[in-house]
């Protein structure tokens, strides 16, 4: 399938006011956005990415790590059946919650907050958020990519996420998007696509914030970890 160059990318994402964010993430991480170059665009409007073309479960697939009923759902299908909505969020996230599994910690699990060049030490490890990765819309829904250091290693956690954003009411919108979760600081977890449904909520004066809130609870789907929050800035 033939790719858009990246360039197509970012002069969107510059017409969204994201442009000075973008080329900061690029100065970061230029290795990710090479990479990013070569999966940013497919001709549906997704990023074309394998994982999420066939993904690795089929609705049964559990979380060794973690609590045995924890039950993980199927992607939702591509494209989606109706119209999506398109919202005015710039590309690199204010900040992003995580959740990483680990049956040591009072609740199977630790909660973690990275804000843009945020480090953060939980559970005898460092995570790092150095802003790589960028979200996307369009007429198809939401896209994008977030990856975190861990232990001074670049990008060992990756979230792929997209599906079809729906108008619930005034500034509140539903998700169903496709998760694809690989976690490289894991030695026995494995990369899965799964369902994820997630409510987005526009506050604030002026442009404002867009947040991404998964449903609870935490779900590791055989990665270990969970993209739990996204706060995007208008």
């Known amino acids: 399938m033939p790719r858009k160059p990246y360039g197509i990318l970012l002069s969107l994402v510059g017409a969204c006011g994201g442009g000075a964010e973008v080329a900061e993430s690029k100065a970061t991480h230029p290795d990710l956005d090479a ?3 070569d999966a940013a665009w497919s001709s549906d409007g997704y990023l074309d990415t394998k994982e999420a073309a066939s ?6 697939l559990r979380d060794n790590a973690a609590d045995a009923d924890e ?30 599994t680990d049956p040591s910690a009072p609740q199977g699990g630790w909660r973690i907050t990275l804000a843009l060049n945020e480090t953060q030490t939980v559970g005898g490890h460092i995570y790092t958020n150095h802003g790589a990765g960028l979200t996307g819309g369009g007429g198809n829904g939401v896209y994008g990519d977030a990856l975190f250091d861990v232990d001074g290693q670049l990008n060992q956690l990756h979230f792929h996420f997209e599906g079809c ?6 500034e509140t919108w539903d998700a169903e998007m496709a998760v694809t979760r690989t976690n490289l600081s894991c030695v026995d977890c494995q990369p899965s696509t799964t369902g994820r449904h997630y409510t987005i909520v526009h506050t604030g004066s002026g442009r404002g914030t867009y947040t991404f809130l998964a449903d609870e609870p935490p779900r590791g789907c055989g990665a270990g970890m969970d993209l739990l929050k996204v706060v995007l800035p208008g």
């Open 71 to 100: 039950a993980c759902d199927p992607p939702p299908p591509f494209p989606p059946d109706g119209p999506c909505a398109q919202l005015g969020f710039t590309a690199v996230a204010n900040s992003y919650e995580l959740w990483i």
């Open 35 to 37: 990479e990013s170059a």
């Open 55 to 60: 993904p690795s479960i089929d609705g049964s």
């Open 165 to 170: 954003v729906v108008p619930t009411g005034e």
